[in-house]
């Protein structure tokens, strides 16, 4: 059997469920829309905001991009989001981050209104994902993850899961919803000590560590559904994850690729934090 799940079926799935949301909304006179904001024209941000153009244009959701000046100041930056938030037809703002280092993201993370705040930069949204609180919106990929755990039917309740990384961005998060869906959540990361024994104890591995090829097949329990965040370049130039895929096909039950696993279905659910946004903000 193919061990290798694809983000896609996922993402068509969501996005087929947004389009007819975005219909019923736009026959109330409802228009959803995203505002990016982004500093400079950094190649990944590009790459990501290609996606998520192109994935809110197939739903139907509006969108506006912010492109402000690499050496942008503080103040004018704050001002520039605190007219996203004012903005009545503007549901949903992504500030792309990491911020140029002259810019304190400590200070701007306060200003994101939480209601738009559809990537969890604000710390609202970071405390209502600790608190399992579902009103919030919880950070774009690792809610792709458990979309794509839930999408192929992994058990999650009560099973040991292992998150290898404990970023904001992912690690963490992913450890709290994965704990929000009843399993049993060991988070590992640089200092972790017989790393191989703990994640190779997990029926479900996590890898989120941005380091190619780490995650070799004696990390990884028999049959073990192994979901791969990481986005790297290998020796040969080429786009590869974190788990080496090759080698672990043959022991896991289900593996994502990479590419076209985890980072196809986030568009998707960035698309869905929007219409969600939108409806909060609409009573609709
Ligand atoms: P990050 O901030 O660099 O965090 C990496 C984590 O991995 C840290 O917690 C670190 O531990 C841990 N780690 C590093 N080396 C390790 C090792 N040898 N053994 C055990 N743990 C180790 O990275 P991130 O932002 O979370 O991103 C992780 C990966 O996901 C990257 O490849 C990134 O490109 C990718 N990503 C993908 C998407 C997507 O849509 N698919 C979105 C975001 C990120 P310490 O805390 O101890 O340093």
Do not use: W
Request: net charge neutral; aromatic share 2%; proline share 4%.
């Amino acid at each position: 059997m193919d061990s290798i799940i694809k983000g896609k079926p996922v993402a068509d799935k969501i996005s087929a469920e947004l389009t007819k949301e975005v219909e019923e909304l736009k026959s109330k006179g409802i228009n959803p829309k995203l505002t990016i904001v982004r500093v400079g024209a950094r190649g990944d941000d590009l790459a990501y905001e290609r996606g998520a153009l192109k994935r809110c244009e197939t739903v139907g959701i509006l969108t506006e991009v912010k492109e402000l000046s690499e050496d942008i100041t503080q103040e004018d930056y704050i001002n520039e989001l605190k007219k996203a938030n004012e903005d009545n037809s503007t549901h949903g703002i992504l500030c792309f981050r990491p911020l140029p280092k002259h810019l304190n993201e400590e200070q701007i993370k306060y200003v994101i209104s939480p209601e738009k705040d559809i990537d969890c930069f604000s710390p609202v949204n970071a405390a209502k994902v600790m608190e399992g609180d579902k009103s919030g919106y919880p950070p774009c990929t690792p809610t792709a993850v458990v979309e794509i755990l839930k999408h192929y039917g992994v058990e999650l309740s009560g099973k040991k899961v292992a998150v290898l990384g404990r970023s904001m961005v992912v690690g963490k998060p992913a450890a709290m919803l994965l704990l929000n869906e009843n399993a049993t959540v060991t988070i590992c990361h640089s200092r972790t000590k017989d790393l191989e024994k703990v994640t190779s104890e997990a029926d479900v591995l996590v890898a989120a560590v941005g380091r190619a090829k780490m995650v070799k097949a004696n990390f990884v329990k028999e049959g073990a559904v192994v979901i791969d965040v990481g986005i790297n370049v290998d020796e040969n130039g080429k786009l590869c994850g974190d788990v080496d895929t090759e080698d672990v096909k043959g022991k896991a039950s289900m593996i994502t690729p990479v590419p076209a696993g985890v980072g196809s279905v986030t568009t998707s659910v960035l698309a869905k934090h929007i219409v969600k946004a939108c409806k909060m903000q609409n009573n609709a």
